[in-house]
C-alpha cells in the first residue's frame, strides 16, 4: 500500500518499501535468489509427501468405503431440518469474530460497521481455509481491506495479532475445560495448568505494552535501517490499549466463536440420530482446532479430522459414530463456509479495486 492509498497515515510504516528492503539479494552470476534452491527442495519434499498420503488413501480406499457407509446407515431425510440450527450456529460463531475486531478497532478510534466485518470474517476465513498456510494471505487480505476503509496500517495489524491472541488463549483453555469434563486430569492438574495459561496471558499483555521501552533503546543504540524499521513497528503496534471492559468483550466474543462452532459438532450427532457424547465432545473438539493451527494444509485438511475422530475414540465414543459426526461437521462448518467466504472474497475484492482506481 503506498501513502496515497485510501486509508493512509502519515505515521504509518512504509510497508511496501520495507518489503522491497528486505528481500534477498541476488547473485551476480546466476540472476537468482540464493534461497531458490532451498524453495525447491521444499516443494519437493512437500510433493513427496502429498503423494504418500495419496497412495495411503488409496491403499485404504476400501475400508474407508466400508466405514463411509457404515457411518450414515443411521441416517434419515427428516433429520436434514437440523442442519438449520447448525448453519445459525455456525452464522454466529463467525459474527462472535467480527464483534471482537470491532472492540478492537473501536479501541484505536475507528468503527466499521458489523456487517463489513462479518464479510470481512467469511472471505478471510475461506482463504484460510482453501490456501496452504492461510492464516497469512487471509491476514494479508484483512490488512488490505481495513486499510482500505480508513483504518491505519499500525491499528489494523494490531487489531488481527490481538484477536488472534484472544483466540489461541481461550482454544487452549477449552482444551482443559474440556478435558476435565471427560476425566482426562486430575482436578488438581487442570487448576495448575489453568493458572499457568492465565498468568502466561497476562504477561503477554504485560510485555506488550512494555515494548514501546524496547523501542526507545533499540532506537538509541542502533542506527541499521532494519533496526530502525523494527523500533518504528513496535512504537506503532503499542501506541493502542483495551480497557478492562473492552478486553472482557474481545475475551467473551472468543469463547463465543469456538462454542458456537462446537455447537455445530453436537448439532452432527443429533443429525445422524447417535447420543451426544457430552462428556468427550469439547475435548476432542478443542485438540482438533490446536492441531488446524499447527496443520500446513489448507483448513487443516486431514488434522482436523485426524483430531477430532481420536479425540473421539479416546474418550470413548465408538469409530462410526465419531466419523459420521466429523463428516457432517466438516460440511458445515469447512465447505460451506468455504464456498460462502469465495463468493464474498469475490465481491469484496472487485469493491476494493475499485475504490484504488
Do not use: K
Not at 528481500?23 to 552470476?29: D, G, I, K, L, N
Not at 478510534?109 to 497469512?136: C, E, N, Q
Not at 491472541?165 to 471427560?182: D, E, I
Amino acid at each position: 500500500m503506498s501513502e496515497r492509498e485510501p486509508g493512509g497515515d502519515p505515521g504509518d510504516l512504509d510497508w511496501v518499501h520495507l518489503g522491497a528492503s528486505l528481500r534477498p539479494e541476488q547473485s551476480p552470476v546466476t540472476g537468482r535468489s540464493p534461497g531458490r534452491r532451498s524453495h525447491r527442495v521444499v516443494r519437493v519434499v512437500i510433493g513427496l509427501a502429498v503423494l504418500g498420503v495419496v497412495i495411503a488413501l488409496v491403499l485404504r480406499a476400501p475400508s474407508a468405503v466400508s466405514d463411509f457407509t457404515a457411518a450414515f446407515r443411521h441416517f434419515r431425510a427428516d433429520r436434514l431440518p437440523w442442519l438449520v440450527p447448525a448453519a445459525v450456529l455456525e452464522t454466529t460463531s463467525l459474527l462472535a469474530m467480527a464483534v471482537a475486531q470491532r472492540q478492537l478497532l473501536s479501541a484505536g478510534g475507528h468503527r466499521v460497521a458489523l456487517v463489513s466485518l462479518l464479510g470481512f470474517t467469511v472471505a478471510s476465513t475461506a482463504i484460510a481455509d482453501l490456501v496452504p498456510l492461510g492464516v497469512a494471505p487471509a491476514s494479508g487480505w484483512l490488512l488490505g481491506q481495513y486499510h482500505a476503509r480508513g483504518v491505519p496500517v499500525a491499528l489494523a495489524t494490531w487489531t488481527v495479532l490481538a484477536a488472534g491472541f484472544a483466540a489461541t488463549t481461550t482454544v487452549l483453555g477449552l482444551v482443559l475445560l474440556g478435558a476435565g469434563l471427560a476425566g482426562i486430569w486430575t482436578p488438581v492438574g487442570l487448576v495448575a495448568a489453568g493458572a499457568v495459561l492465565a498468568v502466561g496471558a497476562v504477561g503477554v499483555v504485560v510485555v506488550a505494552h512494555r515494548l514501546v521501552r524496547w523501542d526507545r533503546w533499540l532506537a538509541a543504540r542502533f542506527r541499521g535501517r532494519l533496526t530502525q524499521a523494527v523500533a518504528a513497528a513496535i512504537e506503532h503496534a503499542t501506541r493502542y490499549r483495551v480497557s478492562v471492559r473492552g478486553g472482557s468483550v474481545v475475551f467473551v466474543a472468543s469463547v463465543l466463536n469456538w462454542l458456537c462452532d462446537a455447537g455445530v459438532l453436537v448439532l452432527a450427532f443429533v443429525i445422524l440420530g447417535f447420543a451426544v457424547p457430552w462428556h468427550g465432545v469439547l475435548f476432542a473438539y478443542a485438540i482438533a482446532q490446536v492441531a488446524r493451527g499447527l496443520s500446513l494444509l489448507p483448513g487443516g485438511l486431514g488434522a482436523v479430522e485426524g483430531g477430532l475422530v481420536g479425540g473421539l475414540v479416546f474418550t470413548g465414543v465408538r469409530a462410526v459414530p465419531a466419523l459420521a459426526a466429523t463428516l457432517v461437521y466438516r460440511f458445515v462448518a469447512f465447505w460451506a463456509v468455504a464456498a460462502v467466504g469465495s463468493v464474498v472474497f469475490i465481491v469484496l475484492t472487485r469493491r476494493w479495486r475499485d475504490r484504488l482506481r
